[in-house]
């Protein structure tokens, strides 16, 4: 698969992001024993924030939690194994935050909610939104709209990243790891190629992606035949230049998923929330009619 290599790079890596915006303290909530960090801002309808592989709320959406909290209540977890939150050493799927998700949501009685998730987030958004959705006799609850950020998620990626080789952490791999995620050249300079690395060494994430990157049963979490199961409206939201999901999913994800509206953000690449946030938060405020 062509897009396998640079996949497993950004997988094996990861990327940080610095928030645009400042926000107030993570609240701590416990559940099934482990600590998650998340933000809690504003008030109004719930939108629920995802974010990738390797990152955090902070690190993907913090320039859109501020804006999207000024018409709602904006919910943003660290998912289990990143940021703030426990990183226990367990085996990873695709289940294991769908199920996090699930609790986060009914401890903190999340009702009539908008779910979107980034890449990874995206994946797991689409995935708890099939389970809730598809499965009558599931007690998830289940959201009202449902956007995806550059989601992963299809079979020929998660084939990818299973068939993948690892790499291991360097100044080379985070410079090509930038040039990867970012449109902007200036993203991907050798003084930022160092902040990554510190970064990535610093996170304490690595084995959270060891271990989902390792997961061969990744592949039957894939979500390109099920999503006829979102019957919810749905907005997809792709950067022109992603490279590394290629913008051809995203255009699958909007014809697969009933009356699906797809919003292209040019000069952006795999992180247009981070690269273009004004874009995409006006898309997403479009979307939900507070635009």
């Known amino acids: 698969m062509k897009a396998a290599a640079p996949l497993a790079l950004v997988l094996g890596l990861a990327f940080y992001a610095r928030a645009a915006d400042e926000l107030p303290p993570r609240l701590t909530v416990e559940l099934f024993g482990q600590r998650i960090e998340y933000y809690d801002v504003g008030s109004g309808p719930t939108v629920v924030l995802l974010h990738g592989l390797g990152s955090s709320a902070k690190g993907d959406w913090g320039a859109c939690i501020a804006r999207l909290s000024a018409y709602h209540r904006v919910l943003a977890p660290d998912q289990l194994g990143f940021g703030a939150s426990a990183k226990p050493v367990i085996d990873y799927g695709i289940q294991t935050w769908v199920d996090f998700l699930g609790e986060f949501l009914r401890v903190k009685r999340a009702r009539d909610f908008t779910l979107a ?34 989601a992963a998620g299809h079979r020929h990626l ?59 049963g990744i592949v039957a979490e894939s979500v390109d035949d099920k999503l006829g199961q979102i019957t919810i409206p749905t907005l997809v939201v792709w950067g022109a230049e992603d490279h590394l999901v290629p913008i051809e999913d995203g255009r699958d994800f909007a014809a697969r998923i009933p009356g699906a509206r797809l919003a292209i953000v040019p000069g952006a690449r795999h992180a247009p929330e981070i690269e273009r946030p004004e874009v995409v938060c006006a898309a997403i405020e479009q979307f939900l009619g507070t635009r």
């Open 117 to 150: 998730g980034e890449s990874l987030g995206g994946w797991i958004a689409a995935q708890y939104a099939i389970q809730a959705l598809g499965d009558p006799s599931s007690s998830l609850p289940k959201p009202d709209r449902l956007v995806l950020v550059d």
């Open 158 to 216: 998660a084939e990818g990243i299973a068939a993948g080789g690892h790499f291991g952490l360097s100044f080379a791999g985070s410079k090509a790891l930038l040039s990867a995620i970012y449109f902007d050249p200036a993203r991907s300079t050798d003084e930022a190629a160092r902040a990554q690395f510190a970064a990535s060494m610093a996170k304490g994430d690595a084995w959270t992606i060891h271990s989902l990157i390792s997961n061969r």
